[in-house]
């Protein structure tokens, strides 16, 4: 029996590592913090690079940054790590925001106004309850048990959450907003009574989506039609030059060359306009990001980030070699006439393709011997994005299709099973 490895990347030039590298690539913010020279960097940095930048500091040295970096940085920030689809983490958000109790006023007041009122009202909604005074000295309830906070302003009284850790962060944030903003947090807590935890979230969502596609992030809702059905009849569209000017707003640039093997790189080098192949990376980058947006691949996970832009660059391949059907001439020529992203959706459709034979072949005739290759490699075929199997030195390696030819053996593998399995 062959041992089973997922490697999932395949053996070319790590491409994801010079797209991840060009356009997300961490800013080494500890070298920018040590002289005034290059502090004053900090706020020139894109939202993604400083992002990612920030991802292994530690509290003295976030402090020390927090002056540095720009309300509209802040928000980018709030706007990339907080969010999950639709979904906001009230958790992420109280890490993030917990710098206010010990940053200085102006930096503080920066970190509240960075942040949109929805989100702080989400944060109060699901942590506290929150029972304004009714008389002179009466709330509306009085704490049963657990951790509770009068509110400076006597106004409030507030439950704060069980969890202890929680309980004391909560308790010195609201002490630390009342000295700050207190007008802005009694309008917050009363809004928060007063609207319904979906229409918070999905106006907090709406203003998110708004700034995240100005950074070239796709909705979630819009991007999932990367994963759109080509029939291989049906014909490519053929590219608008005003709908590549709104893709080509991303400042990215390259610091290398592409290298590889790939059909879409040898294709890619052909074009010497600098003008088309700039406007190819920015195509390139553009479908990267919304397939890390349909994934809901999180950019506060790395590898995560570099595997999904690999998943984006093998799948466009796939498509352009099929298309081409493998000559480099036509290839180059299909970049200037197609979307990168079309071609991404015709290699998931003969993706599609393989794994419906596949399923077939498996709900007809049961499963196959424990432990064999077939078993493996149908394994891969059917997850929910195929993945191609093969079998090095007795060992059983996964990764994602890339060319024609890892159909042809995909199918070369299926036709003799229909009488066997």
């Not at 894109?46 to 992002?51: D, E, I, N």
């Not at 206010?100 to 989400?122: C, S, T």
């Not at 998943?311 to 006439?337: C, F, M, P, Y």
């Not at 049961?366 to 993945?387: I, N, R, T």
Request: charged share 30%; glycine share 4%.
């Amino acid at each position: 029996m062959a041992e089973k490895i997922d490697v999932g990347e395949a053996p070319v030039h790590r491409s994801e590592e010079l797209i991840y590298n060009s356009v997300y690539r961490p800013v080494d913010v500890r070298a920018l913090l040590e002289s005034a020279d290059t502090r004053g960097q900090i706020r020139k940095l894109a939202v993604p690079h400083l992002f990612f930048g920030i991802k292994e500091l530690g509290d003295e040295e976030f402090l020390e940054l927090l002056p540095h970096v720009t309300e509209e940085q802040w928000t980018g920030i709030l706007d990339l790590d907080l969010w999950s689809g639709d979904n906001m983490s009230s958790e992420q958000f109280l890490d993030l925001e917990r710098h206010i109790v010990q940053a200085e006023d102006p930096v503080a007041r920066k970190l509240i106004r960075a942040a949109d009122p929805e989100l702080w009202e989400l944060l109060f909604k699901r942590k506290l309850k929150i029972y304004p005074k009714v008389e002179e000295d009466e709330y509306q309830a009085e704490p049963q048990t657990g951790e509770w906070l009068e509110t400076p302003d006597k106004n409030y009284l507030i439950i704060l959450p069980q969890n202890s850790e929680e309980s004391r962060l909560l308790r010195a944030l609201i002490i630390r907003l009342y000295e700050l903003e207190p007008a802005y947090v009694a309008i917050l807590f009363e809004s928060s009574a007063t609207r319904t935890s979906i229409e918070i979230e999905e106006v907090a969502y709406q203003y998110r989506k708004s700034r995240v596609e100005e950074m070239g992030f796709q909705d979630y809702f819009e991007a999932i039609d990367i994963y759109t059905y080509f029939p291989p009849e049906e014909p490519l569209p053929e590219k608008k030059q005003e709908q590549i000017r709104e893709v080509s707003t991303l400042p990215v640039q390259l610091e290398e060359t592409f290298k590889g093997p790939l059909l879409l790189f040898k294709a890619f080098a052909l074009i010497t306009n600098p003008h088309e192949t700039q406007a190819l990376l920015e195509e390139l980058f553009f479908v990267c990001n919304k397939v890390l947006s349909a994934d809901r691949a999180s950019p506060a996970n790395p590898e995560r980030v570099k595997e999904t832009i690999g998943k984006a660059v093998t799948g466009i391949n796939l498509g352009l070699d099929w298309h081409s059907k493998g000559n480099l001439q036509k290839a180059s020529e299909d970049l200037r006439l197609h979307y990168l992203q079309s071609f991404f959706q015709a290699g998931y459709s003969r993706l599609v393709e393989l794994q419906r034979r596949g399923r077939g072949l498996k709900d007809a005739s049961g499963e196959p011997e424990p432990g064999s290759f077939l078993e493996a490699f149908l394994e891969g075929l059917l997850k929910k994005y195929p993945l191609m199997s093969e079998q090095r030195e007795g060992k059983i390696h996964t990764r994602f299709f890339q060319t024609r030819r890892d159909l042809e053996t995909a199918k070369a593998l299926l036709d003799p099973l229909e009488p066997v399995l």
